[in-house]
């Protein structure tokens, strides 16, 4: 890691340790959590009898686990196994505690967490802040400081908290007091809520200073399903709500714009491409909800993208905006490290929204981005692996951005003393195959 990433992040621990950042005090979820998750593609699919490969089922996570591990994710940085809904038996033991499925998982929670651990990843679990889980299985109601409990014993790393057969007005004590519970077992437990996104549909306006200082992150909109159209409706939301949304996110909370659907059946590859880079601008969790078993190089090539991960990952923890939107075109900006002086580092999405089947040529100058650093910024592009050197804030760019796809671009900014070696020809052109050096 580079000196001056090795010392922002340092002081990012520092000012969270001194609670200088207000959030939930468990230390947790300092970048955006990042793993796998069974809801998207797996759904509820509990006959096992039949569909033993596919089932919601400890057969199924700890495949999952030894994916994850063996063909590189676990390394780009994914690092949790997550089960959501339809994982216990109907009813509670006779002491009011939760139990797996006995026939699907015939070891236990505690024996499949143990299994991820010790290939050095992390378990979380799904429950829901009401009567019953959103498919009808044992809510924590009632429950909250013995399932808390429980949890703690299973060695469980990660919570989800759903919010389906509650009353929106009792999550802004409801949500806040499992948190406590799940505090005081003294286990370090991420802690995901979608308590805003039930009281958006009951017509409320969500306490999100509350929210911030109970919950590592948090829904705010629809779940999404295996479509571009989905996709798209997730990406307008953030973009038309962003004045509302992006001061709610930093180191230890973030908003969650719901799972990655890459390699699924819905997106084409340039659909893939957009989720990723936009979700990487958005600071959002990189929780992929994917067969990894059948996934096809190129999908499995987009998901280990460790330079738009780092973007994702940046510890200065500032969601991105939508800068630009005419005519199907958008530019979404993040700022990131390294800064000097004034000036951050930036990453740049130009995103095509259009269908017209042809590419879209958008040419604009640094500046008119936002990027005013004198000494100028080196420019790469983050999918196809292009360094373009260092160009001064004057230096127009073109790119050429296919129909319902992306170009994510990475802008460092230069310290002072590089002002001099800034190339002054304009405009510059990013396939311009004279002035681009292809990294190996």
């Not at 300092?30 to 039949?50: I, Q, S």
Request: charged fraction near 20%; proline fraction near 6%.
């Amino acid at each position: 890691m580079a000196s001056w990433k090795l010392c922002a992040w340092t002081v990012i621990v520092i000012v969270c340790v001194l609670g200088k950042i207000s959030g939930l005090d468990n230390g947790l979820a300092l970048t955006p959590p990042m793993g796998w998750l069974a809801w998207e593609r797996f759904r509820c699919n509990t006959d096992c009898k039949n569909d033993p490969d596919n089932c919601i089922s400890d057969r199924l996570f700890r495949t999952m686990t030894d994916i994850l591990v063996n063909e590189g994710y676990a390394a780009a940085g994914y690092e949790y196994i997550n089960v959501d809904d339809c994982w216990p038996e109907r009813e509670r033991d006779a002491r009011g505690k939760l139990v797996p499925d006995r026939e699907r998982f015939p070891y236990g929670m505690k024996s499949l967490a143990d299994y991820v651990h010790s290939k050095g990843l992390k378990f979380g679990i799904y429950e829901d802040y009401g009567n019953f889980t959103c498919a009808g299985y044992p809510g924590v109601v009632g429950h909250l400081a013995g399932d808390a409990a429980t949890f703690e014993s299973w060695g469980v790393d990660y919570v989800k908290l759903d919010g389906c057969y509650a009353l929106p007005a009792d999550m802004d004590h409801g949500y806040p007091e499992f948190g406590r519970q799940l505090n005081l077992t003294g286990r370090q437990m991420v802690y995901s809520c979608s308590w805003p996104v039930y009281q958006i549909y009951a017509g409320m306006q969500p306490n999100f200073s509350s929210i911030i200082e109970h919950c590592n992150l948090w829904r705010n909109f629809d779940d999404i399903q295996d479509s571009w159209a989905s996709v798209e409706s997730i990406i307008d939301y953030y973009g038309n709500h962003q004045d509302v949304i992006v001061p709610n996110a930093g180191p230890g909370h973030w908003n969650d714009p719901d799972m990655l659907i890459i390699g699924n059946f819905g997106l084409s590859y340039e659909q893939s491409k957009t989720q990723f880079a936009i979700w990487a601008i958005l600071a959002a969790p990189l929780l992929m909800s994917v067969d990894l078993r059948t996934i096809r190089p190129e999908y499995k090539a987009i998901l280990q993208n460790r330079k738009i991960i780092e973007v994702d990952q940046d510890p200065l923890g500032i969601q991105g905006r939508r800068i630009y939107k005419h005519r199907g075109i958008e530019i979404w900006s993040r700022p990131v490290i390294p800064i000097h002086g004034q000036y951050y580092s930036y990453a740049v999405a130009f995103v095509n929204r259009r269908t017209d089947g042809t590419p879209s040529d958008v040419a604009v100058t640094l500046r008119e981005l936002g990027l005013n650093n004198p000494a100028g910024y080196r420019v790469e592009d983050l999918y196809e692996d292009v360094d373009y050197g260092v160009l001064s804030p004057q230096t127009k760019i073109k790119v050429k951005v296919n129909p319902s796809g992306v170009v994510i671009l990475r802008a460092d900014a230069q310290p002072a003393f590089a002002y001099n070696a800034i190339p002054t020809r304009t405009p510059y052109t990013l396939n311009d195959v004279f002035r681009l050096t292809k990294k190996k």
